[in-house]
């Protein structure tokens, strides 16, 4: 087993690459999910998953916003 320390959780674990886009990255930063130092670094399969389900989360939640607005917006005008 080729076991490392991950960078995000400092467990010992099996860490790969991730495929996060840099728009994706970009806004895990911002969202204090993942760390700077851990940007382009292979993580474990825990943080991973803990970062999809963030990203799915916020941007499940800005598109809720949106919608709402958008409502609102439609509202005003009729
Ligand atoms: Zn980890």
Redo the contacts with the bound molecule.
Sequence with gaps: MNEKC??????Q?I?RPRGFSDQATASLVTWGEMDKKVVGQP??????S?LRDALIEHLRASTEKELEAGRAKNKRAS
């Design positions: 991950c960078p995000r959780c400092e467990h674990s860490l993580i474990c399969d825990d943080c991973h803990e």
